[in-house]
């Protein structure tokens, strides 16, 4: 507001003093009418009044539009001074510049229609060409100038703004992207958390609590075999943590040759570990070499994950692990015989399994069967 005020001042030095230069120095009056008596204090009046508009240029610029084209008329019936027109004209700059759509709009076809009026007139009037192009110019620049500058800096404004609001939109749609890339990360990583730990932390509990059922030097092998097996999940957990910390610590989140991922390959461990744990666990693999890695990984850790849930809810149980290609999906089934305990349909393991299916476009189907529970997961070899 202050910056504005300083503004209007000087608007209102620079109007009235040039006013006052073309005064001093006799400029001839553009226009002869004599209605009106017109001595120089009047004139002097009605250039100051001009002048002091300039304090509304900012605030209300079609009303002193309003007021200076009324004196402006004023001064045409005394003989029309250019001093009186130059100021006016600024007004009209600033109510083009400054007034609101609309308003410069109803400007900018006046000034067409000034245009028009004044050629039509001059053709009228005129006795010859010449003098109706001498009266053509010597009445339209300077109503037309103001106005078709002040309507060339208003779009260029128009467009800035513009710009600035796409900018402003683009930046927020990266902001949105930002962040549903940040949500699906940590969906990621609490996935493989999930089955990183989960998995090799339930094994390892169920087979620590069957040595501890144990009655001690009753089955040394098989005590054993299970300290093997708590000990390659131990490993197998250290191993795949670190990988996933490789991963969040590289600069472009991908992993390196030290921390490959799980494949259907290391399936082997994954039964060993079971059967530690007291599950009956038949296995069938076919078909399934260089498989994508996606499609591999998603595999192996909807395995992990059906045996880790058969390992919780229904132990000792028999388990038959199928998994084999079919035209262009591979195919993975794991049915677990026996008594269960339903596992908990909103649970995270039924989520990650789901989630692993979707993540290469495949689906996941779990659920009891008449001897017990099955998942079912197709995923397809290439996306859909």
Not at 98 to 121: P, Q
Not at 191 to 215: C, F, K, N, P, Y
Not at 220 to 230: D, F, G, H, Q
């Amino acid at each position: 507001m202050a910056r504005a005020g300083r503004s209007g001042a000087w608007q209102i030095v620079l109007a009235f003093g040039l006013g006052v230069v073309l005064y001093f120095i006799d400029f001839p009056r553009l226009v002869h009418v004599d209605l009106l008596p017109g001595p120089m204090w009047a004139r002097l009046l009605i250039l100051t009044a001009l002048s002091a508009l300039q304090l509304l240029r900012h605030r209300a610029p079609v009303r002193a539009f309003l007021i200076g084209l009324v004196l402006l008329n004023l001064n045409l019936a005394m003989g029309l001074d250019l001093a009186v027109l130059l100021a006016f004209g600024d007004l009209l700059y600033a109510a083009v510049l400054y007034g609101s759509r609309r308003a410069s709009r109803a400007l900018i076809a006046l000034v067409w229609v000034y245009l028009a009026a004044v050629v039509v007139i001059a053709v009228i009037i005129a006795p010859d060409v010449r003098t109706a192009l001498l009266i053509m110019l010597s009445t339209c620049p300077l109503p037309a100038l103001p106005a078709w500058w002040a309507l060339n800096v208003r779009q260029q404004r128009e467009i800035a703004i513009a710009e600035r609001a796409r900018a402003d939109g683009l930046a927020r749609i990266a902001e949105l992207d930002r962040s549903a890339a940040v949500t699906a990360e940590r969906a990621a990583m609490a996935r493989d958390l999930h089955d990183v730990v989960a998995g090799h932390i339930s094994a390892i509990a169920i087979q620590t609590e069957a040595l501890l059922t144990m009655a001690p030097g009753a089955d040394p092998e098989r005590a054993r075999t299970v300290l093997r097996s708590v000990r390659e999940n131990s490993l197998a957990s250290l191993h795949e943590m670190r990988a996933m910390i490789g991963v969040l610590r590289s600069p472009d989140g991908t992993q390196d040759g030290l921390t490959a991922p799980a494949r259907l390959r290391q399936l082997d461990q994954l039964v060993r570990s079971a059967r530690a744990a007291g599950l009956e666990v038949d296995v069938a693999v076919s078909g399934v070499d260089d498989l994508p890695a996606a499609v591999d990984l998603s595999a192996y850790r909807i395995t992990q994950e059906a045996l880790t849930n058969a390992l919780k809810h229904a132990p000792g149980a028999k388990v038959r692990v199928d998994v084999r290609r079919e035209r262009a999906a591979v195919v993975v089934e794991v049915d677990s015989d026996g008594r269960a305990a339903l596992p908990n349909p909103v649970g995270a393991g039924l989520i990650t399994m789901t989630e692993r299916a979707e993540s290469v476009g495949g689906t996941l189907v779990a659920g009891p069967r008449p001897t017990g529970w099955r998942v079912r997961a197709e995923l397809p070899l290439e996306e859909r």
